[in-house]
């Protein structure tokens, strides 16, 4: 499945953002799906993840309360809804799929080519 990321940018501390990752290519409700984040000097690093149909998410414990992952399967959209920005959340944000519903970066197979999200103290 092909992955496209959008909704970075540059925002203040405390602010909003809201990523997109649209897919195409495969049957997109087949695939849970992942975002992680990477920084020029960290491992890529789990967010979120949600299953196949929406029922489950996972959200890792640094966002967790601030981030929310949900997904329209009739759209073939994934969504990570940002709120209370830090200045740490700042890095590349990749979405990505899998046959298997978890946080491992090794278990997701397609990658999106990620958008940069820079917070501003």
């Known amino acids: 499945v092909q992955l496209v990321e959008s909704g970075g940018g540059l925002v203040q501390a405390g602010g909003s953002l809201r990523l997109s990752c649209a897919a195409s290519?495969?049957?997109?409700?087949?695939?849970?799906m992942g975002w992680f984040r990477q920084t020029p000097r960290n491992e890529r690093e789990f967010v979120a993840a949600?299953?196949?149909?929406?029922?489950?998410?996972l959200h890792a414990n640094s966002v967790k309360g601030r981030f929310t992952i949900s997904r329209d399967n009739a759209w073939n959209t994934v969504y990570l809804q940002m709120n209370s920005l830090k200045p740490e959340d700042t890095a590349i944000y990749y979405c990505?799929?899998?046959?298997?519903?978890?946080?491992?970066?090794?278990?997701?197979?397609?990658w999106g080519q990620g958008t940069q999200v820079t917070v501003s103290s």
């Open positions: 290519g495969r049957t997109f409700s087949s695939y849970n």
């Open positions: 949600i299953s196949r149909n929406g029922a489950s998410t």
């Open positions: 990505a799929a899998s046959i298997e519903f978890g946080t491992s970066p090794r278990g997701y197979d397609d």
